[in-house]
């Protein structure tokens, strides 16, 4: 059964930086393209950053881009989300989710597994 669970959230002062990583369990790793949303408080949950299953494509939202850098270790099955210059907006929950195929994908729609979230929150 895949399984997708993140870990490494917390609190980070504004200006500074946190990674989040996310394990899948699964056989095929580099099947599936992973992909990084985000639920800020009172907003609809949006993409964050997603990076093909060889690796070789990357993606991320505008709001983030220079700021956010997505990775994966396809030895440990995982895929790492590193936040610098971090700002309160970017407090809120942070979710990992794995997409069957090689191709990005920005829509939560699109995604076949979740994880349950990690939290992240950004003191000014």
């Known amino acids: 059964q895949v399984q997708v669970a993140e870990s490494g959230g917390g609190l980070v002062q504004a200006g500074g930086s946190l990674r989040v990583s996310c394990a899948m369990t699964?056989?095929?790793?580099?099947?599936?393209?992973m992909g990084w949303f985000r639920k800020l408080p009172g907003e609809e949950r949006e993409f964050v950053a997603a990076?093909?299953?060889?690796?070789?494509?990357?993606s991320s939202a505008d709001s983030v881009k220079g700021r956010f850098t997505v990775n994966r270790d396809s030895d440990k099955n995982t895929v790492h989300l590193q936040m610098d210059s971090m700002k309160a907006d970017d407090a809120g929950d942070y979710y990992c989710?794995?997409?069957?195929?090689?191709?990005?994908?920005?829509?939560?729609?699109?995604?076949?597994?979740w994880g349950e979230g990690t939290q992240v929150t950004v003191s000014s």
């Open positions: 699964t056989v095929s790793f580099i099947s599936y393209c």
């Open positions: 990076i093909s299953g060889d690796g070789a494509k990357r």
């Open positions: 989710a794995a997409r069957r195929g090689q191709t990005l994908a920005t829509m939560a729609n699109q995604y076949d597994y």
